[in-house]
């Protein structure tokens, strides 16, 4: 699929709006995920609803979202752009 993995860590007030309190803030779950091996970067205070713009800001071919229901804070399937 590609050679070079960007992961996105969502901000705070993007974690808190769609999913409630969190119990790690946001620099403490960048750091969790830099040390994961296969990421080569990561994109701190992503949007929780990503935009082609964002995408393309860090040359990204794919979108790929957790196994947790992918709604954002109006109700709606933030993957369904993507697809």
Do not use: Q, W
């Not at 990421?39 to 393309?56: A, C, G, R």
Request: negative net charge.
């Amino acid at each position: 699929m590609g050679d070079y993995l960007v992961a996105g860590v969502n901000s705070d007030a993007d974690i808190l709006k769609t999913k409630g309190p969190s119990i790690l803030n946001d620099k403490e779950r960048c750091e969790l995920v830099r040390h994961c091996k296969f990421v080569d970067d990561i994109l701190p205070k992503s949007p929780y609803t990503p935009t082609f713009e964002t995408l393309k800001s860090v040359d990204c071919g794919y979108f790929a979202h957790g196994d947790d229901p992918c709604i954002d804070s109006e109700g709606v399937d933030i993957t369904a752009k993507f697809a």
